[in-house]
Structure formats: structure tokens, C-alpha cells
């Protein structure tokens, strides 16, 4: 095997690692939004959320769920920088990407505020 084809058969095996990951947490999101009725939660777009970017008022946006951590990020275990870097914007693959379990997703999902409307989902099954 050459060195480009081996070079090209491991950036294909990150690949699919990545998209099994996110098939997983596809899978996750399916199974938590199955327990809420989204018809009831409040949309927000994604430009609404961008306005909520700082320490004071920080939303963001994880499997198209949207979230106020405002009140979280002194209590976030690494910081409240991390989460500053996608204040206002989607953290979904910043989330699971890290290796966040189910059970931060439980503890994330007390900061749930909203959705985003179904034109601008990518996680959610419409």
C-alpha cells in the first residue's frame, strides 16, 4: 500500500467513525424528542438565537433543541469558556464530539427553552 492510499484509507475510517457518531447521537436526540412534544415547545429561528451570545445571556443550539445556559456555564465542569465558543450558534457536534453522555443531555435538557422551526432542522425528522 502507498503512502497515499494508505493516508486516504485512514482519513475514510475518520469518516465514517464521525458519521457513526453522529448517527448515534441522531439516534439519541430521536429518542429524547419522542418524550416531548415538540408542537408545544416555543420556536426559535436560527438568526433569533445569534442574538443571545454573551456571558449574561447565552443560548445555544444542540440536535436542533434550543437551550438558555445562561445559568449553566459558571457550573459547566470545563469552563464557561467552552461554551461561550458556540454561544448563540449550534454546538451539536461540539457536544458529542467531546464524548458528553446521555446523562449530560439530561442535565442539559432542564436549560430547554425551544426548537428550531422545521426549515432550519438538520437532526430532527420532520
Same mark, same amino acid.
Given at each position: 500500500?502507498?503512502?497515499?492510499?494508505? *493516508? /486516504?484509507?485512514?482519513?475514510?475510517?475518520?469518516?465514517?467513525?464521525?458519521?457513526?457518531? /453522529?448517527?448515534?447521537?441522531?439516534?439519541?436526540?430521536?429518542?429524547?424528542?419522542?418524550?416531548?412534544?415538540?408542537?408545544?415547545?416555543?420556536?426559535?429561528?436560527?438568526?433569533?438565537?445569534?442574538? &443571545?451570545?454573551?456571558?449574561?445571556?447565552?443560548?445555544?443550539?444542540? @440536535?436542533?433543541?434550543?437551550?438558555?445556559?445562561?445559568?449553566?456555564?459558571?457550573?459547566?465542569?470545563? @469552563?464557561?469558556?467552552?461554551?461561550?465558543?458556540?454561544?448563540?450558534?449550534?454546538?451539536? !457536534?461540539?457536544?458529542? @464530539?467531546? @464524548? &458528553?453522555?446521555?446523562?449530560?443531555?439530561? /442535565?442539559?435538557?432542564?436549560?430547554?427553552?425551544?426548537? !428550531?422551526?422545521?426549515?432550519?432542522?438538520?437532526?430532527?425528522? *420532520?
Amino acid at each position: 500500500m502507498t503512502f497515499l492510499s494508505a *493516508n /486516504i484509507h485512514r482519513q475514510a475510517a475518520l469518516i465514517v467513525t464521525m458519521f457513526s457518531r /453522529i448517527s448515534i447521537f441522531c439516534k439519541s436526540i430521536d429518542i429524547f424528542s419522542e418524550s416531548v412534544d415538540l408542537r408545544k415547545l416555543p420556536e426559535y429561528s436560527l438568526k433569533e438565537v445569534q442574538e &443571545h451570545f454573551t456571558p449574561q445571556d447565552c443560548w445555544i443550539i444542540i @440536535g436542533d433543541f434550543v437551550y438558555d445556559v445562561t445559568e449553566f456555564l459558571r457550573k459547566h465542569p470545563a @469552563g464557561d469558556e467552552v461554551m461561550l465558543d458556540y454561544a448563540g450558534r449550534d454546538a451539536t !457536534l461540539a457536544f458529542k @464530539g467531546v @464524548g &458528553h453522555s446521555n446523562a449530560a443531555l439530561k /442535565i442539559l435538557n432542564q436549560y430547554l427553552i425551544g426548537i !428550531l422551526p422545521p426549515k432550519e432542522r438538520i437532526y430532527l425528522r *420532520n
